[in-house]
């Protein structure tokens, strides 16, 4: 009995010494403005996780928050201890600040959201992107999603809750310039969907969408 209480000691002492604290080492914004044009232009937000010997962290929860504008809540580190959001507009103009927090730390970055009017005259690419039906009913399951492109360009659509959380990929497919419509299957492709808020987003090139879906 003794021997064995010694050995759990041990074993205690050992596992405390292998529990370091883990704190951010950076945080960086890329680009650090963007416009106030309904998710045209976005940032993404990325963070670096290390232990007390500067060695990265990897599957650390980091949750994203921010007073003006979107992101995505919820990340995790990836063996390098990176972790990434995506920020964008939301129709507001100033600076909106970005604060990553882990347990027992924070960091936090700035980003500058520009008028429209100080846009540069480039044309966009998504020249149109909308759901239907929105709102759904959860009976329905299946929704069309049409979107309009300015040219050939690869298009990579996800769908995320309410909370920021990854939930699928719609399509990751290169498409010609014009009109084109994706169906999506709710029960056929994922059987997580309950009623709730979602998040389509769109990514072509250097340029982010989203679009709000609430199912009932």
């Known amino acids: 009995m003794k021997s064995a209480i010694i050995l759990l000691i041990f074993i205690m002492i050992?596992?405390?010494?292998?529990?370091?604290?883990?704190?951010?080492?950076?945080i960086e914004a890329e680009p650090d403005t963007i416009y106030a044009d309904n998710n045209i232009t976005y940032s993404e937000i990325t963070v670096r996780v290390i232990n007390e010997d500067e060695i990265?962290?990897?599957?650390?929860?980091?949750?994203?928050?921010?007073?003006?504008?979107?992101?995505?809540?919820?990340?995790?580190?990836?063996?390098?201890?990176?972790?990434?959001?995506?920020?964008?507009?939301?129709?507001?103009?100033g600076t909106a600040h970005i604060i990553a927090t882990i347990e027992g730390d924070e960091?936090?970055?700035?980003?500058?959201?520009?008028?429209?009017?100080?846009?540069?005259?480039?044309?966009?690419?998504?020249?149109?992107?909308?759901?239907?039906?929105?709102?759904?009913?959860?009976?329905n399951k299946r929704i069309e999603i049409k979107f309009s492109l300015t040219q050939k360009q690869n298009v990579n659509m996800k769908i995320y809750n309410i909370k920021g959380q990854f939930i699928d990929t719609i399509?990751?497919?290169?498409?010609?310039?014009?009109?084109?419509?994706?169906?999506?299957?709710?029960?056929?492709?994922?059987k997580r969907i309950s009623s709730g808020i979602y998040f389509i987003t769109i990514k072509i090139s250097n340029e982010f969408y989203s679009r709000k879906i609430t199912i009932f």
């Open 107 to 139: 960091i936090e970055v700035e980003v500058e959201i520009l008028p429209l009017d100080q846009v540069e005259d480039d044309q966009a690419i998504l020249s149109n992107f909308s759901i239907s039906p929105n709102p759904l009913n959860i009976g």
């Open 14 to 26: 050992s596992l405390l010494s292998f529990a370091q604290e883990i704190h951010f080492d950076w």
């Open 56 to 93: 990265p962290v990897e599957d650390v929860h980091v949750h994203f928050q921010c007073d003006l504008g979107n992101c995505i809540y919820n990340a995790y580190t990836n063996e390098e201890g990176l972790a990434e959001t995506t920020f964008w507009d939301a129709g507001d103009v």
């Open 171 to 190: 399509l990751n497919t290169r498409f010609d310039k014009g009109n084109h419509t994706a169906n999506y299957n709710f029960y056929q492709r994922n």
